[in-house]
């Protein structure tokens, strides 16, 4: 998924062309992307591919495409002092730009599956925030990963004001990815559709992007107040997850 947008020289030039296309549409989104090189969450042999909007998988490694995320931060309507959690949280470049807004008041926190991913999502953030020339210029809520299956969270989980699935989820998982929200929350996550004719999961990877907000949907009765663009995600898996309350 991807390539919405010309590919860039370096992560500014990317950055500049998703600002031209309206993908970044806000100076906080703005400011997170630029503040964390792209490359830096690659694998050395494949970093002449960062700065093109495409997504990027080696084993169980993964990125969105660029213009995926730039949906995803603004959608989020991100502000100091949030809490959020990030479901199926991979390499933590997401999560790393969400810190940056949230501020030092902030909740940031992370489920993956994967143990040798949060690793990886441990490295990259050591390194970003050893070596990064913007990581003094903001107040950092640094994120905490922990492995665990995303329908499995420890049921004292606290809920979250802002809500992230990168994976696809199938729709009778709605309701409860919904549960993680407080009042007033948004839930951003692609919403897996099922092959009318035959009922099964459409084998391709692309859902439509469910963003929801559960004051929204109050106003209306619990109605379903969802508009959809197209996203990437991956399937969730096994294990549950505990996480400290918010």
Request: proline fraction near 4%; include cysteine.
């Amino acid at each position: 998924m991807g390539g919405a947008v010309s590919a860039g020289e370096d992560n500014d030039e990317l950055i500049d062309n998703l600002k031209e296309a309206q993908y970044i549409r806000t100076e906080l989104v703005e400011q997170a992307f630029r503040a964390i090189d792209r490359a830096d969450y690659y694998l050395e042999e494949f970093k002449e591919n960062a700065y093109k909007d495409l997504a990027w998988k080696h084993g169980n490694i993964h990125l969105s495409a660029p213009c995926i995320y730039s949906e995803v931060m603004e959608a989020l309507d991100l502000q100091p002092g949030l809490s959020f959690l990030n479901l199926g949280s991979g390499t933590g470049y997401l999560s790393s730009m969400v810190g940056l807004i949230l501020g030092p008041f902030g909740v940031n926190h992370g489920v993956e599956l994967h143990p040798d991913v949060i690793e990886y999502a441990k490295q990259k953030l050591d390194f970003f925030i050893r070596t990064s020339d913007s990581f003094d210029k903001f107040d950092f809520c640094e994120p905490s990963f922990v492995p665990g299956n995303c329908l499995e969270l420890s049921p004292d989980c606290s809920q979250y004001d802002r809500v992230y699935c990168g994976a696809g989820v199938q729709k009778e998982h709605e309701d409860y990815m919904k549960s993680l929200l407080k009042v007033g929350g948004i839930l951003v996550m692609p919403l897996e559709e099922k092959d009318l004719l035959h009922g099964k999961p459409k084998r391709s990877w692309l859902f439509p992007l469910l963003l929801w907000s559960s004051r929204a949907a109050q106003s209306r009765g619990n109605q379903d107040s969802s508009s959809y663009r197209t996203a990437d995600g991956d399937a969730l898996g096994s294990r549950r997850a505990t996480l400290k309350g918010t």
